[in-house]
């Protein structure tokens, strides 16, 4: 994949602390910020075209994601087998009788 230094890339395995463009980000949001931050503190001919990569990979939200009249431009483009999921991953299944059950995070 080639990327700029206006791109910002994220991974499931990324981390929100990180740059986004050295290191990938973990979340849609955050990637979001960053493009805004860099449109902020660049000129704006610079940052007309960013993209966000998303890497393959299960993107669990948590919360909406607002893209913003100030994203428009930006493109989000991800390779194979992306999925944004809204869901909960359940762990810790265990066997009651002829059921099985977990705890559901809050």
Not at 16 to 28: E, F, M, N, R, Y
Not at 33 to 39: A, C, D, F, N, P
Not at 60 to 77: H, N, Q
Request: glycine share 10%.
């Amino acid at each position: 994949m080639h990327t700029n230094a206006a791109d910002i890339l994220v991974s499931p395995t990324g981390n929100d602390s990180c740059d986004g463009i050295t290191k990938p980000v973990a979340t849609l949001t955050m990637a979001l910020r960053k493009v805004r931050e860099t449109r902020r503190l660049k000129d704006s001919a610079d940052t007309g075209n960013m993209t966000i990569h998303l890497q393959r990979g299960t993107y669990y939200i948590y919360e909406p994601v607002f893209v913003r009249p100030e994203d428009s431009g930006t493109k989000i483009i991800g390779d194979d087998d992306v999925v944004i999921s809204g869901g909960v991953r359940l762990c810790g299944w265990k066997k009651e009788g002829k059921l099985w059950v977990a705890e559901v995070p809050d």
